[in-house]
């Protein structure tokens, strides 16, 4: 029998109120064959929270990502989800459950068309292709391109909208703004805003560049080696230069 936590036929938001507790990572030790990368990480994202991930290169942002989903190897503590424990539990259950995953490598399925790409993906929930077209009109304007026709901003589009269409309960995406044009970063970024506080979605996002990161979430963590050395609100953290300098070397 399946797991009530892991029902996807419920919509998205209704099983997770704002504010209860939607992933917990308690202790978590975690690498890959016998490196540990994360240390002792512990963690809470509550319903409708945004959560920023930032550090130097190298500390872990994606092996904290790949930890959620279930793609590294686990050495210690434990992973909840809507307060069951999945530390165990496969990447393929993870996703059906709910927990949405736009990697760094940005790959639409390129025989197919952008439209394919969304509707083949889809879950019952809030998000419809009407929808992610409403908040992305360049894809609805490239619709009937396939897959490897589109830019890279486009792509990027596309595969947020697709994982959009499994109507995740908690998104992540890693360095969505990498490699694109600052026009396409000012287009995306207004876009994931509009996803946090307009939509209240659920995510964590990596990304490179904090100012970025820091204006369109709520929460920041910072890593070092594996471990959170800073956990504030971001809009704190944006309005703190001394701490920008010494935790990120970002003067502004
Ligand atoms: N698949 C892997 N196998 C073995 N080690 C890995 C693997 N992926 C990452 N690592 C190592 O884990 C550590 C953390 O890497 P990770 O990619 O999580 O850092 P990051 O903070 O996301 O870095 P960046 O900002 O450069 O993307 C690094 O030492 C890296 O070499």
Excluded at 68 to 91: C, E, K, Y
Excluded at 233 to 246: N, Q, V, Y
Aim: charged share 25%.
């Amino acid at each position: 029998m399946m797991d009530p936590a892991m029902d996807r036929t419920r919509p998205a938001g209704t099983a997770s109120p704002a504010g209860a507790v939607l992933l917990e990572l308690d202790h978590v030790d975690a690498g890959y064959g016998d490196a540990i990368v994360l240390e002792q990480l512990s963690l809470r994202i509550e319903a409708g929270r945004s959560l920023a991930v930032l550090g130097r290169n190298g500390v872990g942002k994606t092996t904290l990502l790949e930890t959620i989903v279930g793609n590294t190897r686990l050495m210690g503590g434990a992973l909840r989800w809507q307060g069951r424990d999945i530390t165990s539990m496969a990447p393929n259950q993870r996703a059906r459950g709910g927990i949405g995953w736009v990697p760094q490598e940005r790959e639409a399925f390129p025989s197919l068309t952008v439209q394919e790409n969304l509707t083949v993906v889809a879950c019952p929930g809030p998000w419809t292709l009407a929808r992610v077209y409403d908040l992305f009109p360049r894809l609805r304007e490239r619709r009937r391109n396939f897959g490897n026709e589109l830019s890279g901003g486009e792509q990027q589009m596309l595969v947020i909208a697709r994982a959009l269409m499994t109507n995740p309960k908690l998104l992540l995406l890693d360095e969505p703004m990498e490699g694109l044009a600052p026009i396409v970063v000012e287009e995306l970024s207004a876009a994931i805003r509009r996803l946090h506080d307009e939509e209240g979605l659920t995510s964590i996002v990596v990304e490179q560049h904090p100012i970025i990161a820091l204006a369109m979430t709520q929460d920041v963590i910072v890593l070092e080696r594996g471990q959170i050395i800073h956990h504030a609100p971001s809009a704190e953290l944006a309005r703190d230069g001394e701490a920008l300098d010494r935790l990120l070397g970002v003067t502004a």
